[in-house]
């Protein structure tokens, strides 16, 4: 039964000057499947990110989405689509409340925004689904505090929060776990477990314990390229990959 | 073609003045992130200096050589007292606070000096013109002008590309976190480029006080100008603001010559002269707007690359 | 005082205001009347100013070059109509129906290409070149010789000739301004609450999220553009009216400076910020110079313009929240 998959990345490239950030990579995201991509810092793993969500124009290759081709297609046009990107440094509208930052996210799926004269805020359609997806990361309590004053760990569920209401086909999460506590990162483990089948996922982290967890394919990243890509039993007794990578993560 | 000509060097002379405004202001905003817009009122007290300086020695390089230290001077006052508090501030807060300098320095230049314009006379030593070219005199004055630029231009780029100071400046302008970070005292450097900016300035305005009238509102007539220029040139880069100022001023300098007289090949002279005249003067905000809409970072963005 | 008391403060104000040629002449200065014109009618243009600055986060250093295109519309049709000759082949008007909303759309139509243009920039550019383009309309103004050039021109047909209304009279134009204040002002506490609103702050907040967002900033931001632009337009309108008298010094760079002081100096992105720094920057302008005076500081009272530069740096420094922030408190904290 082979599918087409969700994801097909065709040997992209791109440099920074003499930096080969992505070299040559290419890599398939199958529809339903939640793919870990690893690899020590530097290998490259958020220019990808980066490439994929439309802010950085490779220099070469192809990236196709559910059978077309986005390579040129603009940044602000693939949420649409279904592919949605969640930050490593958490990117939030820091004077909106929680509620208010869903909402604007959900607000982009709703239509077009060019409407001047009713007032957002008592836009109950719009309230509903934001609370909902509160609800789904356990903020629903904190709806009406200002989002600077959340903590980190409520910021990064937050961050995710913005982005699974839009509904996403993909979802690009770039370290949804980062400076996250052992209680909240299980936490997040979970929320994420019980989207799986309904949203695929390309996951970045370093936390090896979530990535395990989660992942049903792992691919590994090294200097922009894949050295491995398979299941987390076959990468966890890869010997290139325990040297390049597992082995740094041991001794950390 | 004589006018042509003599039009020409005219426009690479005004491109020199701009140069060396934008040479400083460029680098400021690239390294700095600074946005400055008090910078005009460097070039006007270079060129208050250096008419007071000479009306009283009667020596037009007493003048000269007195404007660029109190240009430096200003400078580093002006960043002490108000740009050094700016520095983590957004955009916004810099243009205002600068523009309050604008508002201030201004007003005093005004208490100080009264409201007419000063006069300053080239030098004798400078009177007079020389063929630069075979056929065409061009006054001696502008010719030094633009040697003098052409010198600046020189100086500045052996100290980018061949000095330590040079280099930081450089990784400065691309990565402002990094050079703090090798331990270079960042607001010695700050100071001192602020202080060199400055001088250039300074040095600007009192070359410019032959030419023009000494009076408040000429730094930011030519800063505005200069605006444009770092938009052509790209923010942060010494070539752009060289190019771009060449540009600029030629562009302007023929467009003001030439334009009107062009529009009435086509149109009856009354609206030719109207249209031409206007035309004219939009001459490089047009320049600009289409090198915004071909390259919104400008020719030769610092970001690119070094330099 | 407390957010909440925002309210009542506006509904204070307003009263005050309809109330106020009476009180002007009971003091026996019908005089005032004008001068708190003057004040509505900056007010409207630095309320559409703070629209892009203060919520959408676009430092816009030109927008005074809209009040002047939408002040030489006025000027320039009622100088076709007093001197009976055509403009592209139209005759001039007065008509206040037709030349104000005209006024108004071409300053939005102004707007709209320089901030298609603008937009495409950020940052430091983006201010570098709204500045630029603003020069650039104060030179075309200074070009037209037909229409006084640098000189300026006078409306010797005086103001707009509006039906039912006679513009002429003082106080009945300073209602008609109160009129288009209020007016504006709640068309732009509407915009502000409304879908767009969100998405504008939503902008100014953070850019980037917004387009990861889906949205197409761009449009959004340029749509405010084109709407201040239209606020300042119509502030152009009523200003020519006003003082049947347009120059390019309308559009001159320090006059963008001048209302973008309004702004920061009332209460940035707060829409009642603007109104109260109108009023404490022309109130300065008329007056600073009377106080020198009387208390003899001459030198002073020549160079009373030298009180704003440091005023403004402070401003910037330590009082950033200007009148607003001072006399209203936040409630969660500040923002």
Redesign the interface.
């Known amino acids: 039964m082979a599918e087409t998959p969700l994801l097909r990345i065709e040997g992209l490239a791109k440099s920074f000057g003499a930096l080969r950030a992505t070299d040559d990579l290419s890599l398939d995201v199958a529809e339903g499947e939640i793919h870990a991509l690893i690899g020590p810092n530097g290998a490259g793993k958020t220019t990808l990110v980066n490439q994929l969500s439309g802010e950085l124009a490779p220099d070469a290759g192809r990236i196709v989405f559910d059978g077309r081709d986005i390579t040129r297609i603009r940044a602000h046009e693939r949420p649409h689509l279904g592919l949605v990107r969640s930050f490593q440094i958490t990117s939030i509208f820091p004077e909106f409340t929680t509620l208010e930052n869903v909402a604007l996210s959900a607000q982009s799926r709703t239509g077009h925004s060019f409407h001047f004269f009713w007032p957002v805020a008592g836009d109950e359609n719009l309230n509903d689904i934001a609370r909902q997806t509160l609800s789904s990361v356990g903020l629903e309590a904190d709806a009406g505090r200002p989002a600077h004053a959340l903590s980190h760990g409520q910021q990064r569920r937050l961050e995710l929060a913005m982005a699974l209401v839009l509904k996403p086909r993909l979802l690009l999460l770039d370290e949804p776990m980062a400076g996250m506590g052992p209680d909240e990162s299980a936490f997040v483990v979970d929320v994420l477990s019980n989207l799986r089948g309904t949203v695929t996922m390309l996951l970045i982290e370093h936390d090896m314990d979530a990535v395990f967890a989660l992942a049903d394919r792992i691919t590994v990243l090294v200097y922009g390229r894949p050295i491995a890509s398979g299941t987390p039993e076959a990468i966890r007794s890869d010997p290139a990959v325990r040297e390049a990578y597992l082995g740094d993560e041991e001794a950390a | 073609m004589l006018l042509f000509v003599e039009q020409l060097l005219n426009g690479l002379q005004l491109g020199i003045f701009l140069f060396l405004v934008a040479a400083g202001l460029t680098l400021i905003f690239g390294i700095m992130g600074l946005i400055n817009l008090a910078h005009g009122s460097l070039f006007m007290i270079g060129a208050y200096v250096a008419a007071t300086v000479t009306g009283l020695t009667g020596s037009f390089l007493a003048g000269l050589l007195a404007a660029l230290p109190a240009a430096a001077v200003a400078g580093v006052v002006i960043e002490f007292v108000v740009m050094r508090r700016l520095y983590d501030r957004e955009h916004l807060d810099q243009v205002l606070a600068t523009f309050g300098l604008i508002l201030f320095i201004n007003e005093a230049v005004t208490m100080i000096w009264g409201r007419t314009p000063l006069f300053l006379n080239v030098p004798d030593a400078l009177k007079g013109t020389f063929e630069i070219i075979p056929g065409i005199p061009y006054p001696v004055y502008r010719i030094a002008i633009i040697a003098a630029g052409i010198l600046v231009a020189l100086l500045l780029w052996l100290v980018i590309a061949r000095t330590r100071v040079g280099m930081l400046i450089r990784a400065g302008s691309t990565n402002r976190e990094m050079v703090a970070a090798l331990g270079v005292d960042i607001a010695l450097l700050y100071t001192a480029l602020f202080a060199a900016g400055a001088v250039f300035a300074g040095f600007a305005g009192a070359m410019a006080g032959p030419l023009v009238s000494v009076q408040v509102g000429m730094g930011e007539q030519i800063l505005i100008l200069t605006f444009v220029v770092i938009v052509i040139g790209g923010i942060g880069s010494v070539r752009g603001a060289l190019i771009g100022s060449l540009l600029v001023g030629v562009v302007d300098t023929l467009g003001r010559a030439f334009v009107p007289d062009l529009l009435k090949l086509f149109l009856p002279p009354a609206e030719a002269d109207g249209i031409g005249a206007g035309l004219s003067s939009m001459m490089v905000y047009l320049l600009m707007a289409v090198v915004l809409i071909v390259r919104p970072s400008g020719l030769f963005p610092a970001a690119a690359g070094a330099r | 005082m407390p957010a909440a008391y925002e309210k009542p403060f506006l509904i204070a104000g307003l009263i005050l205001l309809i109330a106020f040629p009476y009180i002007a002449e009971a003091l026996g200065n019908a005089y005032f009347t004008s001068t708190v014109s003057r004040i509505l009618i900056f007010a409207i243009a630095a309320i559409s100013l703070d629209l892009i ?1 203060g919520y959408g986060g676009m ?1 816009s ?1 030109g927008h005074a070059a809209y009040l002047g295109v939408g002040a030489y519309v006025v000027a320039i049709l009622s100088f076709h109509f007093y001197d009976g000759s055509a403009l592209f082949g139209l005759p001039g008007t007065e008509f206040a129906p037709i030349v104000w909303p005209l006024g108004v759309v071409l300053s939005a139509l102004a707007a709209l290409v320089l901030g298609a ?2 937009l ?2 950020s ?3 983006f ?3 709204t ?3 603003a ?2 309309l104060f ?2 103004f ?5 229409y006084g050039g640098d000189d300026g021109l006078f409306m010797f047909a005086g103001r707009s000739h509006m039906p039912f209304i006679d513009l002429d009279d003082d106080t009945t134009f300073y209602y008609v301004c109160v009129a288009f204040l209020v007016g504006f002002y709640v068309l732009c506490r ?2 502000v ?7 504008l ?2 902008i100014r ?2 850019e ?2 917004m ?7 761009y449009r ?1 931001k340029l ?1 405010a553009f084109v709407i201040a632009g239209a606020g300042a337009g119509l502030a152009g309108v009523l200003l020519a009216n006003h003082t049947k008298f347009v120059s390019p010094d309308i559009l001159h ?2 006059k963008s ?1 001048d209302i ?2 309004m702004v ?1 100096l009332g209460g940035i992105g707060t829409l009642t910020g603007p109104i109260l720094g109108s009023a404490a920057f022309l109130l300065l302008e008329e007056y600073l110079p009377v106080i020198f005076g009387d208390l003899s500081m001459d ?1 002073l009272k020549d ?1 009373w ?2 009180v ?6 402070l ?3 330590f009082a ?1 929240r200007g009148l607003y922030g001072m006399l209203f408190r936040r409630e ?2 500040d ?1």
Request: charged residues 10%; positive net charge.
């Open positions: 600055l430092v250093f243009l603008c495409r920039t940052g430091i550019y201010i570098m070149i500045l630029a383009f020069q650039m030179f075309f200074v070009s037209l010789q037909r509407a915009i609450a409304s879908r767009f609103g969100r998405v702050q939503g907040q953070n980037r999220r387009t990861m967002l889906g949205y197409p900033v959004y749509a760079w320090t400076g973008l002081i920061i030198l160079h313009r030298i704003f530069g440091p005023m403004l740096i401003i910037v420094l950033r969660n904290g923002g």
